[in-house]
């Protein structure tokens, strides 16, 4: 562990030469142990604690020793943005080729906002294999499933997209739990307001993290959804699930920007591409878990039509992230009504929603107050580059704007005024169409089977 003089001291990132992967444990109780070091001065613990109804033997330990070890390498990225060191260190056992290159993703395009907003000269490009062809040459792509899984593990974050993701894998008649890290107030009510069993892990950082980020460390996002894939993935393997069914949007895929010759996009992890690396992985594990997000043919807004009409979570979700901060003196409890996520959430819903029930929801008329402008035109791209934050594609927002301008209920408010009057007119009138944005697509890694329920909840 680092010396409390080394804490107090400034942080120099430049210092650290290379990130370490130390050790992993999974206990019998459930309680996951990873290690990792920068050089050999400062040493993190990092701890998750799945639930589990009965003692682990070592041969269910075992079996999933992979999924273990992808966690491993995952979730290391918390502890090596600190320093973002040139070289890694893989001291348990070498990634096989197709965990290498979602592991050379993660820890690089998987880092572009954070490389961005820090100013790096460059993205971090750690090697995790010894050769320089490529992580993962020669590995075939895993096929989406095709058949509907016996038992399904369904995420949970206390967003609309969750809810919609839940409702869909129930019209398929698969056996189906909920799963989260933490119990936020968003998620106890999703899934009250679900009445399915609930999967809880919780995770422990390690108190260092915050501490060096205060002296100095490096700061910034990182590809949290890749770590909340595999630990869904290995709690669901071990709770005799068959595959994980995520959340995650078309729109994900979508970047904020280009910089040092990559889209650097803040949703990477969420995205297709990420997806498809971690099913490949999955895949060569052999961990006997499959993971797809159910919602990947939609638009944000198609999603949130189909939330629209699904009532009974209206007042149990919040898809504002201050709800979800690390620091417990900066959560917020509700709705803030002042970041892009919540702006972004009401411009969604409001085409298929009165103003009356869009209040009631979020405590605030955010789309008849003139102070909010700045911050929705920016949603699509205008007076700027596209939010940080997990909000949809610009032709989302801007096909949100066209559909309230049509809108009665809408477009007298001051704030749709303007966006119809100063933003439409700055983007080709085949911008945002739409019936376009709102079609579902057939990008996707969904099992085929599944399709009918998606197309039923997601369609007109």
Same mark, same amino acid.
């Given at each position: 562990?680092?010396?409390?003089?080394k804490?107090?001291?400034?942080?120099?990132?430049t210092?650290?030469?290379?990130?370490?992967?130390?050790?992993?444990?999974?206990?019998?109780a459930?309680?996951?142990?990873?290690?990792?070091?920068?050089?050999?001065q400062?040493e993190?613990?990092e701890?998750f604690?799945?639930?589990?109804?009965?003692?682990?033997?070592?041969a269910?330990?075992?079996?999933?020793?992979g999924?273990?070890?992808?966690?491993?390498?995952?979730?290391?990225?918390?502890?090596?943005?600190?320093?973002?060191?040139?070289?890694?260190?893989?001291?348990?056992?070498?990634?096989p080729?197709?965990?290498?290159?979602?592991?050379?993703?993660?820890?690089?395009?998987?880092?572009?906002?954070?490389?961005?907003?820090?100013?790096?000269p460059?993205?971090?490009?750690?090697?995790?294999?010894?050769?320089?062809?490529?992580?993962?040459?020669g590995?075939?792509?895993?096929?989406a499933?095709?058949?509907?899984?016996?038992?399904?593990?369904?995420?949970?974050?206390?967003g609309k997209?969750s809810?919609?993701?839940?409702?869909?894998?129930?019209?398929?008649?698969?056996?189906?739990?909920?799963?989260?890290?933490?119990?936020?107030p968003?998620?106890?009510?999703?899934?009250?307001?679900?009445?399915?069993a609930?999967?809880?892990?919780?995770?422990?950082l390690?108190?260092?993290v915050?501490?060096?980020?205060a002296?100095?460390?490096?700061?910034?996002?990182?590809?949290i959804t890749?770590? #909340?894939?595999?630990?869904?993935? $290995?709690?669901? *393997?071990?709770?005799?699930?068959? !595959?994980? @069914?995520? &959340?995650n949007e078309r729109?994900?895929?979508?970047?904020?920007?280009?910089?040092?010759?990559?889209?650097v996009?803040?949703?990477?992890?969420?995205?297709?591409p990420?997806?498809?690396?971690?099913g490949?992985?999955?895949?060569?594990l052999?961990?006997? #878990?499959?993971?797809?997000s159910? $919602?990947?043919? *939609?638009s944000?807004?198609?999603? !949130?039509? @189909?939330? &629209?009409?699904?009532?009974?979570?209206?007042?149990?979700?919040?898809?504002?992230?201050?709800?979800?901060?690390?620091?417990?003196?900066?959560?917020?409890?509700?709705?803030?009504?002042?970041?892009?996520?919540?702006r972004f959430v009401?411009?969604?819903?409001?085409?298929?929603?009165?103003?009356?029930q869009?209040r009631?929801?979020?405590?605030a !008329?955010?789309l008849?107050?003139?102070?909010?402008f700045?911050g929705?035109?920016?949603?699509?791209?205008?007076?700027g580059?596209?939010?940080?934050?997990c909000?949809g594609?610009?032709?989302?927002?801007?096909?949100?704007?066209?559909?309230l301008?049509?809108?009665?209920?809408?477009?007298?408010?001051?704030?749709?005024?303007?966006l119809?009057?100063?933003?439409?007119?700055?983007?080709?009138?085949?911008?945002?169409e739409?019936?376009?944005?709102l079609?579902?697509?057939?990008?996707?890694?969904?099992?085929?089977?599944?399709?009918?329920?998606?197309?039923?909840?997601?369609?007109?």
């Amino acid at each position: 562990m680092v010396a409390d003089a080394k804490l107090r001291s400034a942080f120099d990132p430049t210092a650290y030469e290379s990130f370490r992967f130390l050790s992993r444990e999974l206990d019998g109780a459930g309680r996951i142990t990873l290690r990792y070091a920068l050089d050999d001065q400062l040493e993190f613990v990092e701890e998750f604690d799945l639930p589990i109804e009965r003692e682990l033997s070592a041969a269910e330990r075992g079996r999933v020793d992979g999924l273990l070890s992808l966690l491993h390498w995952v979730a290391g990225v918390s502890y090596f943005k600190l320093a973002a060191p040139a070289e890694v260190s893989c001291e348990t056992s070498v990634p096989p080729p197709a965990v290498a290159r979602l592991l050379e993703a993660l820890y690089s395009e998987g880092l572009g906002e954070f490389a961005c907003t820090n100013g790096l000269p460059s993205l971090p490009r750690p090697r995790f294999t010894s050769t320089g062809t490529g992580a993962g040459a020669g590995v075939a792509p895993a096929p989406a499933p095709s058949a509907v899984p016996a038992r399904i593990l369904v995420p949970v974050g206390g967003g609309k997209d969750s809810a919609v993701a839940i409702e869909i894998v129930r019209r398929s008649g698969a056996e189906l739990a909920l799963f989260s890290i933490g119990d936020a107030p968003p998620i106890v009510r999703t899934v009250a307001a679900a009445e399915l069993a609930h999967l809880l892990v919780r995770r422990r950082l390690d108190p260092q993290v915050a501490e060096l980020n205060a002296a100095g460390a490096l700061n910034g996002h990182v590809p949290i959804t890749a770590i #909340v894939s595999c630990v869904a993935v $290995l709690t669901a *393997a071990l709770n005799g699930f068959d !595959a994980v @069914a995520m &959340a995650n949007e078309r729109s994900a895929s979508a970047g904020n920007l280009r910089w040092d010759g990559i889209e650097v996009n803040h949703q990477f992890s969420k995205g297709l591409p990420a997806e498809r690396l971690l099913g490949d992985a999955l895949a060569e594990l052999d961990g006997g #878990v499959e993971l797809f997000s159910i $919602l990947r043919p *939609a638009s944000e807004l198609a999603i !949130a039509r @189909a939330f &629209a009409r699904l009532e009974q979570y209206h007042g149990a979700f919040t898809s504002c992230n201050a709800i979800f901060r690390i620091d417990p003196a900066l959560r917020a409890a509700s709705w803030c009504c002042d970041c892009p996520k919540c702006r972004f959430v009401f411009l969604a819903l409001a085409p298929f929603s009165s103003p009356e029930q869009l209040r009631e929801i979020f405590g605030a !008329a955010m789309l008849d107050d003139d102070r909010q402008f700045a911050g929705f035109a920016l949603l699509s791209a205008t007076g700027g580059h596209k939010p940080f934050e997990c909000v949809g594609e610009e032709q989302e927002s801007l096909a949100a704007i066209r559909l309230l301008a049509d809108d009665a209920r809408w477009s007298g408010q001051r704030v749709v005024r303007r966006l119809v009057a100063e933003v439409l007119p700055q983007h080709p009138a085949s911008a945002g169409e739409p019936a376009g944005v709102l079609a579902l697509s057939e990008e996707h890694r969904v099992p085929a089977a599944l399709m009918p329920d998606v197309r039923a909840l997601l369609g007109a």
